[in-house]
């Protein structure tokens, strides 16, 4: 059991609502390997390097490259789909939920709905939650680091 998940269990009720919160949005708009994306950009933003380093072993998995993963967290990964995400997501984090209206429509302008919107805020939220505990406790991290950007 990673350091992180034996560290939320320490109340089985957050572990437990955790763990079904992230098991029910796999079935939302993102799929795994977006979803891996997803998490380390929040986790760069957030500073988070337990996060940093558990999901860029889980973006490997899901067939990103290394290299893949420090242009995702940087904001530069080629594709238009990926910036516009990365400056939602850190507007979100930045603005406290605040995303320009211009910025809205280069979202939905990719073809993405108001269902993939809350998606997005749901796997921010998550991503946060074990960025903040990790931030909190500072346990070990059981992970190979990730690359300074």
């Given amino acids: 059991m990673p350091n992180l998940y034996a560290t939320i269990g320490y109340s089985a009720n957050a572990l437990n609502s955790y763990l079904q919160y992230v098991n029910e ?15 380390l950009i929040v986790s760069q933003f957030n500073g988070c390097e337990y996060c940093l380093a558990s999901h860029t072993q889980s973006a490997i998995k899901n067939k990103w490259t290394e290299e893949e993963t420090l242009t995702l967290r940087a904001g530069t990964y080629p594709e238009q789909k990926w910036q516009v995400i990365y400056q939602v997501i850190k507007s979100v984090i930045e603005q406290k939920g605040l995303v320009s209206d211009e910025l809205l429509a280069e979202f939905y302008t990719l073809g993405y709905n108001e269902t993939a919107l809350i998606d997005l805020m749901v796997l921010i939220n998550v991503m946060s939650f074990t960025n903040y505990t990790y931030r909190l406790t500072q346990i070990p991290i059981d992970f190979p680091p990730a690359k300074d950007l």
């Fill in 25 to 39: 949005q796999a079935r939302g708009t993102f799929h795994a390997k977006e979803r891996e994306a997803i998490y």
